[in-house]
């Protein structure tokens, strides 16, 4: 997913405006320290709820909080969709399938 979805200018250009990207690659050694938290990278999914390689996890501050995760590899045009739908809170709202059919309905018009 890094290797072609984060390189798109567009998609780039709106994590790099909204977002702080950390890539937690399971597989790797090390440990890592995240609120309170001290273990692996896997220990660490883990205790997010999310034991899947690629997860794009978004966690809200202040509070540490994820309020989406998005599992599996996505295309240009998904992640954008995500991304948008984290950056303007819309989980606030709406589920993202919902948030998904209301783009769908509103490109209808």
């Known amino acids: 997913m890094i290797e072609f979805t984060l ?3 567009e998609i780039a ?3 790099s405006e909204k977002f702080i990207y950390v890539d937690l690659y399971t597989g790797e050694e090390g440990t890592v320290i995240f609120n309170g938290f001290k273990g692996t990278r896997r220990t660490l999914a883990q205790s997010l709820g999310y034991d899947f390689y690629p ?3 978004f966690v809200e501050t202040p509070g540490n909080r994820v309020v989406n995760a998005t599992p ?3 295309g240009q ?5 995500v991304l948008e739908y984290v950056a303007t809170k819309q989980y606030q709202k709406m589920e993202f399938e919902t948030y998904l059919n209301t783009l769908d309905l509103n490109s209808d018009d």
């Open 7 to 9: 390189k798109d200018p």
């Open 13 to 15: 250009q709106l994590v």
């Open 55 to 57: 997860t794009s996890i």
């Open 72 to 74: 599996g590899a996505r």
């Open 77 to 81: 045009d998904c992640f954008i969709k």
